[in-house]
């Protein structure tokens, strides 16, 4: 199969959507010359500058009429550079966007996709480094997408872009580059439905985005220097949430480690920590261990940004402290 | 007398009564329907002030008295399949757009015949079937969705319009900033109704607000701007003609500034300790109720009978709506959670 990056993949997805579909359009910072990781390459070349809109710099504006448009007849796809940018439309995401379907008594639904970078990515800096899915999984009425590679970013956005729900949907700056193999043709990946990216059977790496990456990189030490088998659970989307995938790994392996590269304090990962000892606490043979980033900022100068944010060592840390009591 | 609201030549209205007035609003069925709209809003809030002091509506109410004839005004110039974006103050614009009243009411009281089953409430009424895109209970929020109804429109190359009715609170949001110069820059069919009532919930605009004619704004961001006594409908309803047509052919936004004066306090029970009684009392002589009824004596379109037969059908249209509502069940608790996606989200809980 050929290979393509992340942003690539998701290039394919949008246009895929946009030929089959007159009232899907993409609105957002910096789109027509091709975004930062390139994701958007070649889409106001095919689809013209009334379906591709630059928009100004206001991102209550890119949100909240993205709201708008989405109640009257488009299906908007709005993206704003880094998921920091997000904080100038709270309002128009957490008040408008989440709750219209809702406090209108089901009346519309809000059919819109939210793009943005997340992630740390060589120092980048405390306000273009951070990951909110925390915020936005918390938030009933939106549905939260973290894909981990590029087959799954094309498939799993075609599928936000279906979806007649406000959907958020982040790309993690450090994987947007990556390449990986993905298929030609359009295809679908169900939201909501997790996947077994490496079976094992003595540890569950529960994860989603960049750090699955990482918890395969620290499964493949964990198994050669400390013959650890572990599985990893990649989580795809946090809303809708497989929790079912997560506790058949977990009632198999009877260990469970949480990673994503945000603050651990607050973050996902206690939801899924939490399920999983609402579920199974009698038969874990461990604590379920969280592993994310220390609560600060996320740092510019390097060393201070490796020392707050978790790649694969870490992983293989908390791993071998719940196998080796 | 002490107008602290308007300009000398808006003074009691009669000045504003010698202006051109559109051909239609000499046409006796047009008027009274206006008429009635008029008195279907005020009637509604003021039984809802009634129905709240008697605990019989759950949270709190913001009531649109003083301010009929701009959603009046306004509406008569719109289709049905036009837009409109609200305010938490928002029972009026609905009512003016055409939503169904027993579904208001019902909704006021939380019921689930309520046009939006009871999760929204006052703040939150809508009725996308009449183009009513919500009233909203975040100050200018509906500046930024107006953009996106508009932008809609445009790419779907379809003639409708946009109204977004704010306030002079609104105003002062970044918002109003993002949305105005979009519209501009793209020559969306949005007409922006800026409804200057005095008052940014308990603090006065003369305190928070930059310039005293709100209309400048609109020239900041390469509009046009009109403004207009938002107590005399015939006024409100010529300029907003105006700023409506240019929007559907294609001329792009305008800001239309309505001065008027909120007659009720923020919310029914507001005490009101940041003005005086006099003040409410010298606005009250330009309720444009009145200006309007003087408006259809002077030209012989209706007289005081008249508005005595008109008054006791509204007064019974809202009586029935109140036994709707009243009679109707609260939500079952197991549908709590219904609404909040399309599709059933398992593993949620």
Partial sequence: MRSISFGQATVEATAAAMREDDTVVITGEDIGWGGNFGQFKGLLEEFGPKR???????????????????????????????????????????????????????????????????????????????????????MPGLKVVAPSNPADAKGLLRSAIDDDDPVVYLENKKIT????????????????????????????????????????????????EHS?????????????????????????????????????FGGFGAEIASQINEHLFGELAAPVLRVGAQSAPIAFSPPLERALVPEASEVVQAVLRTVKP | MVDIWLSDDHELGIASLEVPVAVDFKDIETSLEAYRKLLLIRTFEETLEALFAKGKIPGFVHTYIGQEAIAVGVCTNLRTDDYVTSTHRGHGHAIAKGIDLNGLMAEVFGKVTGICKGRGGSMHVADFSKGILGANGIVAAGTVIAAGAGLSIQTREEDQVVICFFGDGGINKGTVHEAMNFCSVKKLPVVFVCENNQYAQFTSRKLTTSVSDLSVRGVAYGMSTESVDGNNLVEVVEVSRRAIDNAREGLGPTLVV?????????????????????????????????????????????????????????????????????????PEAHTATDYVFTDLIEGRQ
């Fill in chain 1, 52 to 138: 591709v809109l630059d928009m100004p710099i206001s991102e209550a504006l890119i949100l909240g009429s993205a709201v708008g448009a989405a109640v009257t007849g488009l299906r908007p796809i709005a993206s704003l550079s880094f998921v920091e940018f997000t904080m100038g439309a709270m309002d128009e995401i957490v008040n408008q966007a989440a709750k219209f379907r809702y406090m209108f008594g089901g009346q519309v639904s809000v059919p819109m996709v939210v793009r943005a970078s997340d992630g740390v990515l060589r120092s980048s800096g405390p306000q273009h480094s951070e990951s909110f899915e925390a915020f936005f999984s918390h």
């Fill in chain 1, 177 to 224: 580059f990556r390449r990986g193999p993905v298929p030609e043709e359009d295809y679908r990946t169900a939201l909501g439905q997790a996947s077994i990216a490496r079976t094992g059977s003595d540890v569950s790496l529960i994860t989603y985005s960049v750090m699955t990456q990482h918890a395969l990189e620290a499964a493949q030490v964990l198994l050669e």
């Fill in chain 1, 228 to 264: 650890v088998d572990a599985e990893v659970v990649d989580l795809r989307s946090l809303v809708p949430l497989d929790i079912d995938s997560v506790l058949r790994s977990v009632a198999k392996t009877r260990r469970a480690v949480v990673c994503h590269e945000a603050w651990t």
């Fill in chain 2, 258 to 330: 309505a001065d008027t004066y909120r007659f009720g306090g923020h919310y029914v029970g507001d005490p009101q300790a940041y003005r005086s009684e006099d003040e409410v009392n010298e606005s009250r002589r330009r309720d444009p109720l009145l200006l309007f009824e003087n408006y259809l004596e002077l030209h012989g379109l209706a007289d005081s009978d008249r508005f005595e037969l008109e008054k006791e059908t509204i007064s019974k249209l809202v009586n029935k709506a109140v036994m709707f509502a009243e009679q109707s069940d609260y």
